[in-house]
């Protein structure tokens, strides 16, 4: 496969993390020619944005850009990523991931040997970098995509790891900007809906990271209750008010895991339930806007911070 590729990465409040994400980005086993990163800053206020650019060196190898915009949320820092990028198709990982070197070419292989998917959806693997971690795999802490090496047919991906073709934006839209949990979810129903397909695709993983800060008990289910508050503009939006009822039986039949394996990750889990129903409690009358084919962000909505450019990309 000859074609270029972009990866977008939305970032925010997350300057550590970014630094070992695009490290890794930029250390793939694939030609640097091939591929540019793109990543979008929204609205920071910690370091993240002067980590990035500091990372847009000749030496780099592969094209990268760096972009600011105001804190609108990660579907709007996916949706100016897909704006600015050059590349089909478009990766797409969160900012705390880490890139095994040999990701981007399984990625590329997958392209070419499944040319009807419209999407992928890479493989996650939750890695909690701290050794007195009160953890047990079937509650991991972060998003994860587990499903073994061999590629297959799924209805959806996880935001940390996916790709789509732009033909895939030409049949439903960009991401939904008013959806702020669960917003890679929503897009795939839209493309489900429509008749497009994703491909898991096993050998194209990634680390999905968490260090000792994020899973601190108290703030992990600060944390988790507030992600799940959050989703739910996503419940809103596919029609499924009645999601509330069934969260908070599920938070207790988590809560009884939690105390029974000694599982903080049951416990987040918990939280996230606890955190769907009070939000569809407090937000029972807010009524969604209509949904709409999201267009292109106008320029003027970011501003580049750095760039640089490989022949490829020109």
């Given at each position: ?237 596919i029609g499924r008010r009645d999601i509330g009822r069934y969260a908070s039986r599920a938070a207790l039949t988590y809560l009884r895991a939690a105390i029974r394996e000694r599982c903080w990750g049951a416990l987040a889990n918990a939280a996230v339930q606890a955190g769907y129903a009070y939000g569809l409690f407090r937000h029972r009358r807010v009524v969604p806007p209509p949904p ?23």
């Amino acid at each position: 496969m000859d074609a270029f590729l972009s990866i977008v990465v939305p970032t925010r409040n997350r300057a550590d993390k970014l630094r070992v994400c695009l490290e890794s980005l930029l250390a793939q086993d694939f030609p640097a020619d091939r591929y540019e990163i793109v990543v979008v800053d929204d609205g920071s206020t910690d370091t993240t944005l002067e980590v990035a650019a500091s990372l847009v060196n000749p030496a780099c190898g592969a094209a990268l850009t760096v972009l600011a915009q105001d804190h609108r949320g990660g579907n709007r820092a996916r949706n100016v990523g897909l704006a600015v990028s050059r590349g089909d198709p478009v990766c797409v990982v969160d900012d705390d991931v880490e890139v095994p070197p040999t990701w981007l070419a399984a990625m590329a292989e997958a392209f070419e040997r499944y040319p009807n998917a419209d999407a992928f959806a890479g493989r996650v693997r939750v890695r909690v970098e701290n050794p007195r971690w009160r953890g047990c795999r079937q509650h991991p802490v972060a998003a994860s995509l587990e499903l073994g090496v061999r590629d297959a047919d799924v209805p959806s991906a996880v935001g940390a790891n996916m790709a789509l073709r732009r033909r895939a934006l030409d049949k439903v839209g960009r991401f939904d900007e008013w959806v702020i949990a669960g917003e890679e979810t929503e897009w795939f129903d839209r493309l489900s809906a429509a008749g497009g397909t994703t491909m898991y695709v096993g050998q194209a993983s990634v680390w999905h990271r968490r260090d000792k800060h994020d899973v601190r008990l108290l703030p992990l289910l600060r944390s988790s209750f507030r992600r799940g508050v959050a989703t739910h503009r996503y419940f809103l939006r596919i029609g499924r008010r009645d999601i509330g009822r069934y969260a908070s039986r599920a938070a207790l039949t988590y809560l009884r895991a939690a105390i029974r394996e000694r599982c903080w990750g049951a416990l987040a889990n918990a939280a996230v339930q606890a955190g769907y129903a009070y939000g569809l409690f407090r937000h029972r009358r807010v009524v969604p806007p209509p949904p709409r084919l999201w267009d292109a962000p106008a320029p003027q909505e970011w501003t580049v911070v750095n760039r640089r450019r490989n022949p490829r990309s020109s």
